[in-house]
């Protein structure tokens, strides 16, 4: 089993990482409507990575030889590799300017206008369209799915990735569960703090994962 759990958890760090589903959760849980449209984002946002986590492992486990190592997963680390570190590399030529300010994302502006429902598809929506979450839960996926353990030992493994991945959104809306007078605080401290440290994870989490996506790559094909 920890065959298929070593290899794909630096990539759902990566997934819990992601600041803008944080961003997000924690806009939503001081909405309104903060706790009903928090367990429903968090809920969205665990199926959408589970539904990810599971195609590419059902997907892969299918590819792999009756014999030998699969080199599937070595050519898609290869090329997953390469657009993370591209990624990186636009989100610092893009990066914000001192004395400019960057227009949030329209969905950040209509937070407070979530119902439910639209709260959970705004989370399964950030999970299969932003690409440095999308990458990550792929290369994570097709790290367990290349592995040699059993069909029970890959399904473990994809459960750990999905809880790890969602670290990111269970851990605000746990904290909100938990009181409102020391949540109020909490929250707007970590709002606070990814709000000013937005810019660097999105670059440094792509570089870092890019590189060991690479490395896996061509170790994986020499």
Known sequence: ???????????????????????????ILASPRGRTNGLTFTAGWVLGLAAV??????????????????T????????????LL????EQWRNRP???????????????????????AGLA?????????????????????????????????AAAVMVLIG???TLLPLAVQLRGADRSAHALGEWRAWTAAHNAAIMTAVPIVLGADYLGSALSGLS
């Open 124 to 156: 399964v929506t950030l999970v299969v369209t932003r690409p440095r979450t999308l990458l990550p839960a792929v290369g994570g996926a097709a790290s367990i799915a290349a592995a040699p353990p059993s069909a029970g030992a890959m399904a473990v």
């Open 72 to 83: 599937w997963s070595s050519w898609l680390k290869l090329t997953l590799g390469a657009a």
């Open 166 to 168: 969602s670290l990111g």
């Open 1 to 27: 089993m920890g065959e298929a759990i070593g290899p794909m958890l630096a990539s759902a760090v990566a997934v819990a990482l992601s600041p803008l589903p944080l961003i997000a959760v924690l806009l």
């Open 97 to 119: 300017r001192p004395g400019h300010v960057t227009a949030p994302p329209a969905w950040l502006l209509e937070i407070d206008r979530l119902t439910p429902a639209r709260s």
């Open 53 to 70: 986590v599971a195609l590419v492992v059902v997907a892969g486990s299918a590819l792999n030889p009756a014999d030998g190592t699969p």
């Open 86 to 89: 591209l990624l990186a590399a």
